[in-house]
């Protein structure tokens, strides 16, 4: 338990990273840049800009400190459910310099708050949870801009070291098993987890296996050499019908040229390293892999108790190394990399059963439906998960090299449509106990 002075200053080091980071995705480039829309999948990255201020200046200033709205004529404008990303380009945004006023002038105001806040007395204020919120908030867009910077074409603007490459995998077992029975999944206890992620429940599954690792771009070429994208028998019948509409042949981003697959990533066209997991591909993409490999993918529950159960204790971790927040040698987090580490990388963050990589590197798609969990209880709003639930969304875990450590936990839970793949997104795959094909070597068949 943190005192209040150690909490204000851990919300403070959030939220002043937070700004670092977005201050680095939109510095790094020219304003017809920050205005133009790179993809009719995303928000102009300056719309992403004064959507941070904005909502941080709703949730901290207007409902926790009780101020009026500083510039109320724009609030419908930074809505995200009032215009979808389609429209935003031809609404009257704030423009790059006013919007970063405007996201400067909130931050100012919400730094004084947080010195006078008793940081206890509300459900908004308790363990600061509102200012955790806003944190995880601004990390989250700071992930979909960096996806903008994915699909952004023009000079190169981000640059970072590569993650070095693990020196044990060539020991790892392909699969790991989880032994059958209960474990607790979700929480009750996790201070800034969000509503999805709530209540804490028992669940009792069968044994499996799953991949040590995610699979990865040799295994997924084998796939593809193999006819993958050629075979009905493989999809299932959504799937099929997207990627004939759509004609896909590959993940997202890739060519072949002169007998070689190439990748296009943040501005540079290089070959596609056979040793990291496969990114950009849709969940149908990864269904179809895993029932080539006459395998499936793992339920979001199997993912959860893969990640966080220890059979010792028969409790569940924060985290698959345990309950310490996320360091360098755990995960592959915030945006340190601008890439996926090899499989099998990181052994210092494998969990319990032996499996590594399920936090950082690659978001994993699960087979599960988004849905709510018993007794679920929409809070502190509504729209941020009730109104997403059903069939429509898939869950995927783990979180990626894009996303903060604020704002991943073992408990986290996002979602997207079955069809996406501009998202930093891959997968591993799983077998129930005797039935189906053992894994193939490092995270694949």
């Known amino acids: ?57 709703l949730w901290l200033l207007r409902n926790v400190g009780g101020r009026d709205p500083m510039h109320p004529e724009i609030d419908p404008l930074y809505d995200a459910f009032e215009h979808p990303r389609s429209e ?38 308790t363990d600061g949870f509102a200012f955790g919120l806003i944190a995880q908030h601004e990390q989250q867009h700071d992930e979909t801009m960096l996806i903008t910077h994915q699909l952004r074409r023009g000079p ?67 796939f593809i050499a193999d006819g993958g994208y050629r075979e009905p028998r493989w999809w299932t019948a959504e799937g099929w019908q997207h990627r004939m509409r759509t004609g896909l042949v590959a993940p997202l981003f890739w060519t072949r040229e002169g007998g070689q697959w190439l990748r296009r990533r943040f501005g540079t066209v290089e070959p596609v390293p056979p040793d990291e997991p496969v990114l950009h591909v849709s969940w149908y993409e990864a269904d179809a892999y895993a029932r080539w490999a006459g395998r499936r993918l793992p339920t979001e529950a199997e993912w959860e108790k893969a990640a966080r159960h220890d059979p010792a204790t028969d409790r569940s971790r924060r985290f698959p190394w345990g309950d310490a927040s996320p360091a360098p040698e755990h995960a592959n987090l915030g945006q340190r990399h601008l890439q996926p580490a090899p499989v099998g990388s990181y052994p210092a963050g494998e969990s319990p059963c032996g499996a590594r990589q399920l936090m950082g590197d690659v978001w994993e798609w699960t087979a599960s439906d988004f849905l709510p969990y018993p007794g679920f209880r929409a809070w502190p709003y509504r729209e941020y998960s009730e109104v997403f639930f059903g ?29 996406r793949r501009q998202i930093f997104a891959g997968f591993r795959t799983a077998r129930s106990v005797d039935d189906g094909a053992p894994a193939g070597p490092r995270g694949g068949s």
């Open 391 to 419: 069939p429509e969304y898939k869950v995927l875990r783990g979180g990626s090299f894009a996303v903060a450590p604020v704002a991943c936990r073992g408990t986290f839970r996002n979602w997207d449509y079955p069809i």
């Open 156 to 222: 190169v603007a981000l640059t970072a070291p590569p993650p070095a490459a693990p020196a044990d995998t060539g020991s790892l077992p392909a699969e790991v098993l989880v032994p059958a029975g209960p474990f607790t999944m979700g929480t009750d206890t996790e201070p800034w987890a969000l509503d999805n992620e709530r209540p804490a429940h028992r669940v009792d599954l069968p044994a499996f296996h799953l991949d040590t690792a995610p699979v990865s771009n040799a295994a997924y070429q084998r």
């Open 88 to 125: 935003r380009p031809t609404l009257p945004l704030l423009p790059p310099e006013e919007a970063r006023a405007y996201a400067h002038e909130v931050r100012g105001r919400v730094l004084d708050l947080l010195a006078a806040s008793p940081l206890e007395g509300t459900p908004l204020l």
């Open 1 to 57: 338990m943190l005192t209040p002075a150690a909490l204000r200053d851990l919300i403070a080091d959030e939220l002043i990273a937070a700004r670092d980071r977005t201050a680095g995705l939109t510095d790094c480039v020219e304003d017809h840049d920050l205005t133009a829309q790179h993809s009719p999948l995303m928000s102009p990255l300056v719309w992403d800009l004064a959507h941070i201020g904005n909502q941080e200046e």
